[in-house]
């Protein structure tokens, strides 16, 4: 064997472990990198307990367009006001449209006809945890206007990873299906530098398998996308009735995309931000610049004395989202 053909098959030979060496490295993130256990967040989980959940409407259904039974909450506006503008209330993580009947109960009131859903993997909407592909719940969304028309103007209003959801609708392809949008202190991104360390105690990250993952798909591998990637901190006596995990899919098609930034930059329709002074999750104060350094000023609300889940429960959040909606 001459030289060259002796450096060749060391090449070779090289390579050929480093392949073994970060196949094996691939397969023990995804096989053992998954979400811890995590504690139950009191912020996030008491206050449901003292809220009145008395008059929750009668779920509905509207059929996506893979056939799947998706759930929704009806809250007409009081009055029966004529083409009143139609909030699409989407909720946060782990949640499901019941989470939103306080605030959805007070726009109906302030004269809102309001849709709240139960997003995809979420509530009465197909297997928790799970989607089939990332995007479907943008292509659900679609399917709901579609199968529940109205002839009034209409505002997509997200919370939390729902307000993420309602900035990645903003940004893409669809988002002249709503007139404006207005978010509630909305989960941005992994790596955004509004996180608080730890996600605020709410969210265990399976980082490894999460990157192991993200590797895949980008050469069309998405054969392990319905494992588990995160884990919420919910309370033991509600899991049975939330997502308490959610799946790769799920995990990335329920925010913004990986250029969250650029999100920001395609939203084109109107926007507005409510968040609480004392947000325990985010560092609120943070949100107008970010959006003003990705190209996107917008206006931004904060309310005081209001936490994270307190947006969604607390009345003196409600002026405020109401006027966001408005203007």
Known sequence: MNKTNCIATRVFLYCGVALVLATAACAAAIGFGGPRAIDPLASIN?????????????????????????????????????????????????????????????????????????????????????????????????DFLQAVPYDGPSTL???????????????????????????????????????????GGWVSVGLPRYIALTLLNRVGITVCNHLPVLRFGLDRAVRDRLTSSYSYTLAQ??????????DIRQARRPMRLVAGSDDELFDVR??????????????????????????????????????????
């Open 253 to 262: 098609s329920f925010r913004p995309r990986d250029d969250w930034q650029q």
């Open 46 to 142: 008491d206050p449901f307990t003292i809220a009145d959940f008395s008059d929750v409407p009668v779920p509905q259904m509207f059929g996506a367009r893979d056939g799947t039974q998706l759930a929704w909450l009806h809250y007409r506006a009081v009055g029966g006001t004529l083409q009143a503008r139609r909030i699409v209330l989407v909720h946060g993580s782990s949640a499901r449209a019941r989470s939103m009947h306080v605030l959805a109960r007070s726009l109906a009131q302030a004269g809102f006809d309001v849709a709240a859903l139960d997003m995809r993997g979420h509530g009465d909407s197909g297997v928790r945890g799970q989607a089939a592909h990332v995007g479907q719940l943008e292509e659900d969304l679609a």
């Open 157 to 199: 209003v997200g919370f939390s990873s729902g307000g993420g959801f309602a900035l990645r609708f903003a940004g893409g392809p669809q988002q002249a299906l709503f007139d404006r949008y207005v978010l509630l202190a909305p989960y941005l991104h992994h790596a955004a530098p509004i996180n608080r360390p730890h996600d």
């Open 286 to 327: 943070r949100y107008a610049n970010l959006f003003s350094g990705a190209g996107r000023p917008l206006p931004v609300t904060l309310v005081d004395g209001v936490n994270h889940i307190g947006l969604t429960l607390d009345p003196r959040a409600v002026p405020a989202i109401v006027e966001a909606c408005r203007n």
